[in-house]
């Protein structure tokens, strides 16, 4: 069983932690401390060497940060986690805050006097967050890089991990590692850079074909490198790491080193570096003498998936929705009385497991039943573990890691007898879903540009989402991956091979949340019959059924019921030979016209 379900935190160690923290911070003559929830690589999921801010609050969430002053500590969360971040910590001695909402700037200068110094871990905070703090605060309070004082106080904090790195066969990465690193050399001869620094684990695993386990739920090496215009590497991490086989694959032009060589060798970069201000910590920076601020340069070649890698993620997406289909036919034929959150992930993760495919699960299963549903990251653990809710809904979020993809999917079902309000509610979910899989545009928009198509239904009855709509995913990577996303703040163009999620929402507190979510992949520009522009589109990845016992089919346009009852025609298609006679039974019913 990948998944687990003890309680991860608890909000009662939060007051004395937090007293600790701040005897520290006085010794060392500072005001306040930062403590975000990234680690040095600005990972969604970090090591448990890393979960500083959760060792410190209770809160658990994949985003966020405290700040601890001497009187006060704000945990800042955004619209995923207001209702988690409530739950998980001691509101006694911390304070929900919004990110949206409550700029960190304004926070600070209301609370600490002019002059005042604020703490922060120079490895754990990015060279723009910084720079914009820092501007925002206008001379008025200091930030001061020190010595990280929870790694101090934290007495059984676990050791950084030491997993192993292993080749990523070339069937599935479609392009050799040498390839990559001479298409990149030469971007960065173009502009003048005699190096790149590299941060993100994904950027690095994929440019060199390797996969690692420092990490759960993403296949990823907690490692850093440095690309040079030569296209040699400089791969910094955990010797322990690595094997010969390994060391045969990485060839004679990527070095492996400590981690202790890591700044040295930045010293010694004379002329001009890249480094990303958006994901490299400031104290990267700081150890080079002519850094320039540059892209990853691996970051958008790695979304734009080639035909191998999609290739591959089709196959996996087929796997799993067999698996899905086994999970759905059997939730939707067994005895609710008594089924809990905890069974449910347990027979879904064995439907998967059973695959013998399954490397991981892609990130911890939502699966919310009734009120825990509305929590948009509910995590269920032995002390949340509910019933499912009889005449309610079960929002069920999952993927699975296959070495040939990464797959993602959501669907909500109805626990018994949906009321009138869940039917409509869902079925404008639904809508906006649709709008956005049959979407054309013309090459150059970015997600930005079209995340309002999912979300016009819901605003038209009044509903919105606190989400965004979408978010890469990697090919046997990181389930969250840049630097598309379909949402107000995607800004990055959309462009083909690029693979997003497409998942609307409706979330009402206290009573249930809907969700539906495919992956869709971005397809090259064609010109629609009778046009005379090409247009680029999306090719819907993800083959499971829609629950019709929530859709009202006359909410639905023409159109739309076209594409529902077509898709549900592919999906039994698709998966209806792999299924067992029980579940064959089941997809007949649910692939039926509405």
Known sequence: ???????????????????????????????????????????????????????????????????????????????????????????SAFTPQSLVNDKLSEWLLARLPEGARIG??????????????????????????????????????????????????????GVSSAEKRVQLATTLRDNDLCASVLTLPDSICWLLNIRGSDIVRAP?????????????????????????????????????????????????????????????????????????????????????????????????????????????????????????????????????RNTNALTDISFDTICGAGPNGAIVHYRVDDSSNAELVQDSLLL?????????????????????QPDHDMIRAFTLVLQGMINLSMLRWPRGLSGQEIDAMARAPLWAAGFDYDHGTGHGVGAYLGVHEGPASISRRGTVALDPGMILSNEPGYYRENAWGIRIENLVVVTPPETPEGGDRAMLGFETLTWVPIDRALIDPTQLTPVQQDWLNSYHRAVFEMVSPHVSPATLDWLQRACAPV
């Not at 619209?79 to 910590?89: A, F, P, S």
């Open 1 to 91: 069983m990948f998944q687990t379900f003890t309680t991860p935190s608890t909000p009662e160690t939060g007051a004395a932690r937090l007293a600790q923290l701040r005897t520290a911070l006085s010794q060392r003559g500072i005001e306040g401390f930062l403590v975000p929830r990234s680690d040095a690589h600005q990972g969604e999921n970090v090591a448990p060497h890393d979960e500083r801010l959760a060792w410190l609050t209770g809160f658990t969430g994949s985003a966020g940060f405290c700040v601890v002053l001497q009187d006060s500590a704000g945990v800042f969360v955004d619209g995923r986690y207001t209702l988690q971040v409530r739950k998980q910590i001691d509101l």
């Open 120 to 173: 922060y871990d120079p490895m754990l905070h990015t060279v723009a967050e910084l720079e914009a703090l820092e501007s925002a605060l206008e001379g008025k309070l200091s930030l001061c890089p020190t010595e990280n004082p929870i790694d101090a106080i934290w007495r059984d904090q676990p050791a950084p991990p030491t997993g192993k790195i292993t080749p990523y066969p070339i069937e599935f990465a």
């Open 220 to 352: 990823l090496v907690l490692a850093f490198a440095i690309l040079h215009d030569d296209a040699r590497v400089d791969l910094f991490t955990d010797p322990r790491k690595a094997s010969p086989e390994l060391l045969d694959h990485l060839g004679d032009q990527v070095t492996l080193h400590p981690n202790e060589a890591f700044q040295p060798a930045l010293n010694a970069l004379k002329s001009r570096v890249g480094i990303d201000k958006k994901t490299a910590p400031i104290w990267v920076c700081n150890q080079i003498q002519h850094p320039v601020n540059h892209p990853d340069p691996c970051v958008l070649p790695k979304a734009r998936k080639n035909p191998a890698e999609l290739a591959g993620t089709r196959t996996a997406h087929r796997r799993d929705a067999v698996a899905m289909c086994e999970f759905l036919a059997w939730l939707a034929q067994a005895d609710h009385s008594g089924l809990t959150e905890i069974d449910v992930v347990t027979r879904l993760e064995s439907f998967r």
């Open 396 to 416: 069920v979020d999952s993927g699975g890691q296959y070495l040939d993809g990464t797959t993602d999917i959501t669907r909500t079902v109805a626990i018994g």
